[in-house]
Every structure is written in structure tokens, then in C-alpha cells.
């Protein structure tokens, strides 16, 4: 079963893109759910990201954490931000916002970028808790993002892109990870993840 979000992406991306006519029909089922899966993962990466931004310049502008319900209003702002700007790249080929650009003209360059990526990830492969900051891992693979799915589904964004990181590293370190919702790991698995999440969140 395809994801929502997913979903409510690839109908628009049918509906402003479009397929490559060139491609059997099938091979169009797959492109459309690839695409629509990639650019759903594009979202809710940009919703970490926007949501870790927002609470920061918070605690920096006013010394504290939000109050709950303004961190929930923050949020929620920053996950629609999220969701249009990728939207509007992504499906209707708009460029994001100058301070949202991917490598701006005087950072390094997206060659140099990678390999100091890839020498990070390298240092920090033999952690077990790399997960816990996924800049310091390698992009999971797309069985490891189903699977994430497949235990998570109902999560937030925030909990899901931690998740996925950490199943990545179990399986990277050939460790036992939870395969479904009863398997004997998914509550403590599910417990890391919720105090990681309450951790990024300040909570």
C-alpha cells in the first residue's frame, strides 16, 4: 500500500510533470512511485530541518525553549514552509528561496561538499549511536525506508527520520532490529525514538 503522502504526491506530480512517454506503462507505475517517494522524503527531510531551525532561533533570540504550544504552532509553521518549498521546486520547477538554496555561492562547492560527507560518515561508521545525528550517516537504502514505513507509518516526520537512520545503522552493524510492529525489539526501539525526538524537540 503506497503511503499518503505519497499519494497526494504523485497526483500532482501526474498532474503538473508528467511521465516519460518513452516508458512502458509499467515501467511509468514504477518512475511515478519512485519520483513520488523520493520527493515525499525530500519533504519530511525539509521538515526536520526547517523544524530544528525554527525551535533554535528561538532559544537563541530568547533564551529558553518555546512554551509547548508555541513549539507546536512553530512547528506546524515550519512544515507547511516545508512542504510548499519543496513542492514548488519539485513539482512546479520554481526555485526555493535564496536562503534555502542546496549550495549558495560562496559555500563549497556540491564536489567538495560530498567528500567531506563521505569522510564524516566514514569517522563515525563504527558508532552505534551515529544514528542519533543522521548528518553522521549514509543515506538509507530503499528496503530500509520501507521497512521504516511499514513499522512507523502513523509517526511525525521527525520521529520517522530518526527511525530510519537507526534501522540503517543496525543493519550496517549486523545487530537484531524489529522487522514488525510485534516483533520483541519494536517497543524499546520505539522508546529510543521517542526520547530522541523529546530530546531534539527540548522537551
Not at 134 to 159: E, I
Not at 187 to 195: E, N, V
Request: one cysteine or more.
Amino acid at each position: 500500500m503506497i503511503d499518503p503522502a505519497v499519494q497526494d504526491v504523485m497526483k500532482l506530480y501526474l498532474e503538473h510533470v508528467g511521465l516519460p512517454p518513452e516508458l512502458s506503462p509499467e515501467d511509468q507505475q514504477e518512475f511515478a512511485e519512485r519520483e513520488s517517494e523520493r520527493i515525499a522524503e525530500r519533504i519530511d527531510n525539509m521538515k526536520v530541518h526547517l523544524q530544528e531551525q525554527v525551535l533554535a532561533r528561538y532559544v537563541r533570540e530568547n533564551g529558553h525553549p518555546a512554551p509547548y504550544m508555541e513549539q507546536v504552532g512553530l512547528i506546524n509553521q515550519a512544515w507547511a514552509q516545508a512542504t510548499d518549498y519543496v513542492i514548488a521546486e519539485e513539482i512546479y520547477g520554481q526555485d526555493l528561496p535564496e536562503e534555502m538554496e542546496a549550495y549558495p555561492p560562496d559555500q563549497e562547492s556540491p564536489d567538495r561538499e560530498a567528500e567531506r560527507d563521505a569522510a564524516r560518515i566514514q569517522v563515525h561508521r563504527s558508532d552505534p549511536e551515529r544514528w542519533r545525528n543522521p548528518l553522521n550517516c549514509a543515506d538509507p537504502d530503499r528496503p530500509t525506508r520501507q521497512l521504516m514505513k511499514q513499522l512507523w507509518a502513523d509517526r511525525t516526520p521527525t520521529f520517522r527520520y530518526y527511525a530510519v537512520h537507526l534501522l540503517a545503522a543496525r543493519i550496517e552493524d549486523d545487530q537484531p532490529y524489529p522487522t514488525s510492529p510485534n516483533h520483541p525489539l519494536f517497543p524499546s526501539f520505539t522508546s529510543q525514538l521517542d526520547a530522541r525526538v523529546a530530546e531534539a524537540s527540548g522537551t
